[in-house]
Structure formats: C-alpha cells, structure tokens
Nanobody
Framework: QVQLQESGPGLVKPSETLSLTCTVS??????????WNWIRQSPGKGLEWMVY???????GYSPSLKSRISISRDTSKNQFTLQLRSVTPEDRAVYYC????????????WGQGTQVTVSS
C-alpha cells in the first residue's frame, strides 16, 4: 500500500520560507511513470496544483507560483520537499502531497494534508 505523509511547521511568519516534506512508503519516488506533487487548498477555494518532480528528476511549476517555489528530493529517504518563499497570509492552506500516475493520468495516492497558517 502506498502511503504519503506530509510534515512541516503548522505556523509560518510572513516573509519567511515554508518548507514541507512528503515521506513516501510502499513505493519508490524513482520508479518510472510517476510524478510527485504538491497541491494546496485555501479556505473556501478549490484545489490548486503547485509543483511536481517526476521519477527522472524533471520538475514542473505552477506559473503563478514559479517565482517563489522550489522542489527537491532525497532519494535515500524516499522524500520530496516543497519550499515556498516569501509567504503571505494568502498562503494559508491545507497542503497535500500526491502521486500522479502518468499513464492513467490520475492522482492515485494522496497524503492526509497538513494545515499551514501564516501569521506573525
């Protein structure tokens, strides 16, 4: 069974950098045909895709967040990490990591999500 678990601070101050890590079990993040994503949902809004890193290491970024976002991975720990710079209260959201199945074109596994608040 594939499991994803988000971890990171629940509270970040404005202008700081948010760093969240997704730990994957039951599958390797280097296995072909999958991309590993960060997606968020702000209060009262729909899901917003943010960034991915695929098994080969290639990445993709939301145009609206590209200037503030980065993604990296630690294959030895089977983890991938989101960094969002210069956060504002508008970055308050539940952040999810999710696996995208390239062939089926679906997000087939999700983490439970982690709430992040931006406040001084």
């Amino acid at each position: 069974q594939v499991q994803l678990q988000e971890s990171g601070p629940g509270l970040v101050k404005p202008s700081e950098t948010l760093s969240l890590t997704c730990t994957v079990s039951g599958a390797s993040i280097t296995t072909n045909s999958y991309c590993w994503n960060w997606i968020r949902q702000s209060p009262g809004k729909g899901l917003e895709w943010m960034v991915y890193i695929c098994s080969a290491g290639n990445t993709g970024y939301s145009p609206s967040l590209k200037s503030r976002i980065s993604i990296s991975r630690d294959t030895s720990k089977n983890q991938f990490t989101l960094q969002l710079r210069s956060v504002t209260p508008e970055d308050r959201a539940v952040y999810y990591c999710a696996r995208f199945h390239e062939s089926a074109r679906i997000f087939d596994y999700w983490g439970q999500g982690t709430q992040v608040t931006v406040s001084s």
